[in-house]
């Protein structure tokens, strides 16, 4: 079957076509940044603007994160958690007990692969619902963090273990952009060219499209589950770590709420909760413009519950669009708006792969 390509827009003389979705969504968070431009005070200062990329890099990893495990048919919500362990892993061996960065790192990165593989674990292999078991794990591993975040507070208080190159993580910038955005982009690039031309992220995104084509075209539907859910523990604990370089400390609120703000992000990006349709670039762009306006809010003094519902509003009516839109696209008068809550509790036990 052959499938339509999606609207897009050519930039003039450049000869490089625009997918419409994406030209709207970065539409969108160019009109936000210039309304809170002229109601924020000093928003377009050299300082804030910096400071606006910096404190979007680490949600923007947590939303690609996210993306994944959604275009593999899954959900993830456990990475806010991953995110905060991560965090406080990475303080813990470098300023506490002084490793060096080339461990710190690594470690920090097995940390959220061995989270990854038991989310995988289950939704893959023992085929439990993608929502309900990353939300225990999301309990068991927030708990775990405030016992052990609590109980190395002094620890961490007066740690004293620097160096440049912790620093330069942290707050360093290239060509007047910080390290860390510089790295969003950089995986966002490289989870836009997995999804689309590597076997392994094109066997993801087949799984999330449909599992039982999938396994008939000789796709391994677990593994591609797994890896998705793999994938999604590294990038958010790669965001922990530039998170521990930047604050140096592991609050009690560290990546409360996070998986929410991410998965909003992705729904506004146009990411089909039922999976298998989406980009990277449009979850990133999606994430930008929540970012941008929760941010505003802030910046406006409203106050945070204000600022939280507007985020819900925000996840309702992107849902509301995206089953809309797909209702459109549905053949033989079926209704989408099942697929929605389908796709939260969707499972993966009648394809094993």
Not at 164 to 170: D, E, S, V, Y
Request: overall charge positive.
């Amino acid at each position: 079957m052959r499938v339509a390509a999606a609207p897009s827009i050519r930039r003039a003389g450049m000869g490089i076509a625009i997918p419409f979705a994406t030209a709207c969504l970065f539409g969108a968070a160019c009109f936000l940044f210039a309304v809170f431009a002229i109601a924020a005070p000093n928003y377009l200062t050299s300082g804030n603007l910096q400071q606006l990329m910096r404190d979007f890099a680490e949600p923007g990893m947590v939303a690609i994160a996210m993306a994944i495990t959604i275009l593999a048919g899954g959900i993830d919500l456990s990475i806010g958690a991953i995110f905060a362990l991560a965090n406080f892993a990475a303080l813990f061996l470098f300023r506490i007990h002084g490793l060096p960065l080339e461990i710190t790192i690594p470690a920090v990165l097995a940390v959220g692969l061995l989270i990854g593989s038991v989310n995988g674990l289950l939704v893959a292999y023992l085929r439990l619902k993608p929502f309900l078991s990353t939300l225990a794990v999301l309990m068991i591993l927030r708990a775990g963090y405030d016992l052990t975040a609590e109980a190395y507070t002094t620890e961490l208080a007066i740690a004293v273990h620097d160096t440049t190159a912790w620093r330069f993580l942290g707050s360093g910038v290239i060509v007047g952009v910080p390290v860390n955005t510089i790295a969003l982009l950089v995986v966002g690039a490289a989870a836009q060219f997995f999804l689309t031309r590597l076997r392994p992220g094109l066997h993801i995104m087949a799984v999330g499209a449909s599992q039982k084509a999938a396994r008939h075209a000789g796709i391994k539907v677990a593994r591609s589950l797994f890896l998705a859910y793999l994938l999604s523990g590294a990038l958010a604990a790669l965001a922990g770590v530039f998170y521990a370089a930047r604050q140096n400390s592991a609050g009690s609120d560290t990546g409360l709420g996070w998986e929410i703000t991410a998965l909003t992000g992705v729904v506004v990006g146009g990411i089909s909760l039922a999976g298998g349709r989406g980009t990277v670039v449009n979850a990133m762009a999606g994430s930008a413009i929540v970012f941008l306006l929760v941010g505003g809010l802030l910046r406006l003094n409203l106050p945070g519950s204000l600022t939280s519902a507007t985020t819900g509003i925000v996840l309702i009516l992107a849902v509301g669009l995206t089953i809309a839109v797909g209702s459109l696209r549905k053949s033989g008068g079926r209704s989408a708006w099942p697929d929605f809550w389908g796709a939260l509790n969707k499972g993966h036990g009648d394809e094993s792969g």
